[in-house]
């Protein structure tokens, strides 16, 4: 079984600051690990994600997520986040690499604020 | 635009009423997903078809809810006697199986709201 855990629901930042967005989870067999944004009246669009090989992955709008097997984490960062990037961003972890059969974290609002 | 599209974007029904919705993937995309979304929580997986094939459901499809892929191109999800506890957004996404980057292309789903 497997299970994602995004720890915080909402995270209100200023703009140009710097953004972490938690995310752990739990997972008996290996484990592909992926972030999704959802932005208003929008569907589910893919951030970026771990299949193997470097634990430091970048995606889309300037993310970044690193995979962390001893903390069973995959956190997403941002040095420096725009009005833009307001939305809800999710964390998801799949038993294979083509991503489908998802389990989602609860999601994280971002609120960047002018 | 020739993403993901789902009908109708919202569904207001009755207790006990059966309602349906309708998925049309990408064109080239083989693989389809319904999955369903209530307020403040994640998606959480339905069940996946591959060409016309249902390969996987998930325990909380119940037996009021049925998907079907006649052939192997658009999609219907019909729940028969609603629920209140029915009431979310369902998401539909697709993508096509063996490409080098594969990923899940989500539609604006649906919004039931069974009153």
């Known amino acids: 079984a497997q299970s994602v855990t995004q720890l915080d629901s909402q995270v209100p930042v200023f703009e140009e600051a710097p953004v972490e967005l938690r995310c752990n989870y739990s997972?008996?067999?290996?484990?592909?690990l992926f972030w999704y944004v959802q932005y208003p009246n929008q569907g589910l669009q893919l951030l970026l994600k771990?299949?193997?090989?470097?634990?430091l992955v970048k995606g889309i709008n300037g993310f970044e997520a690193e995979f962390n097997k001893s903390q069973t984490s995959f956190h997403l960062r941002k040095p420096s986040v725009h009005i833009s990037d307001t939305a809800e961003y999710f964390c998801?972890?799949?038993?294979?690499?083509?991503?489908?059969?998802?389990?989602f974290g609860g999601g994280t609002r971002l609120m960047v604020k002018p | 635009d020739t993403g993901v599209s789902q009908n109708p974007r919202h569904k207001i029904t009755k207790r006990g009423q059966n309602v349906t919705f309708r998925c049309d993937p990408i064109?080239?995309?083989?693989?389809l997903y319904w999955y369903r979304q209530t307020l403040g929580q994640g998606p959480e997986f339905l069940t996946y078809?591959?060409?016309?094939?249902?390969?996987?459901k998930s325990r909380l499809l119940s037996d009021r809810f049925s998907a079907e892929r006649p052939k192997g191109s658009f999609s219907t999800l019909e729940i028969q006697r609603t629920e209140q506890g029915d009431s979310a957004m369902y998401l539909c996404?697709?993508?096509?199986?063996?490409?080098?980057?594969?990923?899940?292309?989500f539609g604006s789903g649906t919004q039931l709201s069974v009153l």
């Open positions: 996404a697709s993508s096509r199986q063996g490409a080098p980057n594969e990923k899940l292309f």
């Open positions: 997972s008996s067999v290996s484990v592909y």
């Open positions: 771990y299949l193997s090989g470097s634990t």
């Open positions: 998801a972890v799949s038993p294979n690499n083509a991503g489908n059969m998802l389990t």
């Open positions: 064109s080239e995309h083989n693989r």
């Open positions: 078809f591959q060409n016309e094939a249902q390969l996987e």
